[in-house]
C-alpha cells in the first residue's frame, strides 16, 4: 500500500528529554511538511522540505529540529527547548508542481505526544 | 504576516439542514484547498479550486471561490450523520511558497 505512516501512535516523554517522530512516504513525494495541532485549533506549520538534504522553517520552528537525508522521510525532533511540546503531531507529503504550484497534501495518521 | 480565518468555529446542525462554512485570507491566494478531518483522525483533502469565481461540487458538497481570490465557500446540502468533522481550508499565496491552513470548522450533525 502506498501512503504515509508515523510511529509511534502514542508517545509519553518526561520534560526535558528530547523525542523524534518518524515520518515515512512511499509516494515518491518530492515535498514533505511538519504541523502541529491543538486540540479545537487549526494546523501550524513547524518545518517542510521541498527537496532531500533542505528544508525550511514554517511558523512555528523553535524548539524544533528535522533532516531530510532520504527523500522517504522527513522525522522531527522535538527538544527540551520547546516549551509547550504536548499535541498532536501531523506528517504531510504532496508532489512538488511546476513553477511553485501545489497539489494536495496527503497526511499521515499523526503522532499524539504527551510531556508529563 | 498572511492569516486564513474561518467562520464559525463550531456549528451544530439537525440530520437533513444546510450548512455552510466561510473561508477569508488577509491576502490574495493562487489556489485554495479544502479538507475534513474527522474526530481522531488526519485531515484529508476534498479539492483544489484555482480560478476566480470557480464553483465545483461533489454530490451535496458546493464549493466556491471569490472573485477577489481571497475568500471562499464549502456548502454541504442536507447534512447527514457522517458530514461529522471539522473542515479546513488552506491557501497558497503568491508571495509564499507554503500553503497556510484556515482555524477550521467543526460540524456536528444530530440525527
Known amino acids: 500500500d502506498g501512503g504515509i505512516t508515523q510511529s509511534p501512535k502514542y508517545l509519553f516523554r518526561k520534560e526535558g528529554q528530547n523525542v523524534t517522530l518518524s515520518c515515512e512516504q512511499n509516494?515518491?513525494?518530492?515535498?514533505m511538511y511538519w504541523y502541529r495541532q491543538d486540540p479545537g485549533q487549526g494546523l501550524r506549520l513547524i518545518y517542510y522540505?521541498?527537496?532531500?538534504?533542505?528544508?525550511q522553517k514554517g511558523d512555528i520552528a523553535e524548539g524544533y529540529s528535522v533532516s531530510r537525508e532520504k527523500k522517504e522521510s522527513f522525522p522531527l525532533t522535538v527538544t527540551s527547548a520547546q516549551k509547550n511540546p504536548t499535541a498532536f503531531y501531523l506528517c504531510?507529503?504532496?508532489?512538488?508542481?511546476?513553477?511553485?504550484?501545489?497539489?494536495?497534501?496527503?497526511f499521515g495518521p499523526g503522532t499524539r505526544l504527551t510531556v508529563l | 504576516g498572511q492569516q486564513v480565518m474561518q467562520i464559525p468555529q463550531y456549528q451544530h446542525v439537525q440530520e437533513g439542514e444546510d450548512f455552510t462554512t466561510y473561508c477569508n485570507s488577509s491576502t490574495t491566494l493562487s489556489n485554495i484547498q479544502w479538507y475534513k478531518q474527522r474526530p481522531g483522525g488526519h485531515p484529508v483533502f476534498l479539492i483544489q479550486?484555482?480560478?476566480?469565481?470557480e464553483v465545483k461540487k461533489q454530490k451535496r458538497l458546493t464549493f466556491q471561490f471569490g472573485e477577489a481570490k481571497k475568500n471562499s465557500s464549502l456548502h454541504i446540502t442536507a447534512t447527514q450523520t457522517t458530514d461529522v468533522g471539522t473542515y479546513f481550508c488552506?491557501?497558497?499565496?503568491?508571495?509564499?511558497?507554503?500553503?497556510?491552513f484556515g482555524t477550521g470548522t467543526r460540524l456536528q450533525v444530530f440525527p
Open positions: 504531510a507529503s504532496s508532489p512538488w508542481g511546476l513553477a511553485g504550484s501545489y497539489n494536495e497534501q496527503f
Open positions: 488552506a491557501g497558497d499565496s503568491y508571495n509564499t511558497d507554503k500553503l497556510i
Open positions: 479550486l484555482v480560478k476566480s469565481g
Open positions: 509516494l515518491n513525494h518530492d515535498a
Open positions: 522540505s521541498q527537496i532531500v538534504n533542505d528544508f
